[in-house]
């Protein structure tokens, strides 16, 4: 008899390209139902999904974990409508202590592109929060997510790791700011597309980068207007998305459209307007790629996406590295700590179980001798009963009391197997 094991089926900005990782990335809005498929699968019996622009990972709690494993792959497959060749050398797989460790790792930031970035445990948070909203998240899959935010925040608490902290977004102002001598942003036009989290990270990095001259371009006048006050810039529908192309220095994007907002031919038309002599630098940031690769072909235009981000990294995060060796130790003790956790809460209801199926053979070897027993008195009955409890107690109180010492070992779920297999006990009493 196997045990559940917690899996994680996953690829990130350090395994994929960014054109793969479009390609399978989830939507906020396609959750619910990304969840619902999730658990349609045979091995699975929970789970949760975190993606975002640098990853996809899907976790599950799964019957067997050849099984659970392969389910995942299937899914992500199915759900993402993408060949399993185009993405299975990009893939990593972890069960148990090491999908645990992932998870910690993602959630406090040490697995990022970006050491330190502070969008991913809100990432960690809503995914989380979808999971459970679903019904996908049970005991097991909500106890590790609650956990790895417990583990980020300490992380990010005690060591150096979190302290100005940087992100994507910043990152893609730095790369912006290489393509000018000065590499200052005070005599520059920016256009920020996109007024979410990563546009207003954008917008402060800019207005920290001396950048005044700032538009913001959003289908929502409302949020944009709202993320341009903050920055003391203007906000513009994207109908003027053209006209602002054809104007500034500077476009970072990052939008959550699932398809393409700058194409090739409305690059062209605002090329071909262009007053400036400077060339138009774009900076993706979304994923899915809010522009048209084919625009980094046009003269004029140097474009850059997530995959370029990787050569500003070490900049930006300097004096975070040295803090990862504390994280990972701080890791390794929480997941430690969750494993006996997990051990010790799976000894109850088998434990409970066992005694209960005692004492029904008990009441039923009593029931069975009733006939026997009418000739004695109401205190020789009690007297009868008290006896057969204190039997049972006395012949449980040795395997009860070892499964609870060895439920924090290496071998406990091993032993809490065999218990359930030498009595016959449900297998839906282990709590999963």
Known sequence: MTSNCLAVVGLNHKTAPVDLLERVAISEEMLPKALHHLTTYDHILEGAILSTCNRLEVYAVATKFHGGAQDLRNFIAEFCHAAPEEFADHLYTYHD??????????????????????????????????????????????????????????????????RNPASVSSAAVELAKTAFPSRSLRDKTVAIVGAGKMGRLAARALADAGAHDVSVLNRSSERAEELADLVGGRALGLEHLEQTLSSVDILICSTTSPATVIDQDLAQRALGVRTSNDPLIIVDIAVPRDVDPEVGNLPGVTLWDIDDLHAVVQSTVHGRSGEVARAEAMIDAETARFLDWQRAASVGPAVSSLLDKANAVRESELNRASARLQGLTLDQREAVDQVTRRIVAKLLHTPVARSKELADSKQGQQYLDALRVLFDLDHDTSGD
Do not use: N, P, Y
Not at 126 to 137: F, I, K, N, T
Not at 155 to 161: G, K, M, Q
């Open 97 to 162: 202590d090491g999908a645990l460790r992932q998870l910690f790792r993602v959630s406090a930031g040490i697995d990022s592109m970006i050491i330190g970035e502070s969008e991913i445990l809100g990432q960690v948070r809503r995914a989380l929060q979808h999971a459970v909203e679903e019904g996908a998240a049970k005991r097991v899959v909500g106890a590790a997510f609650t956990r790895a935010l417990r583990v980020g925040r300490r992380v990010r608490t005690e060591t150096a790791i979190g």
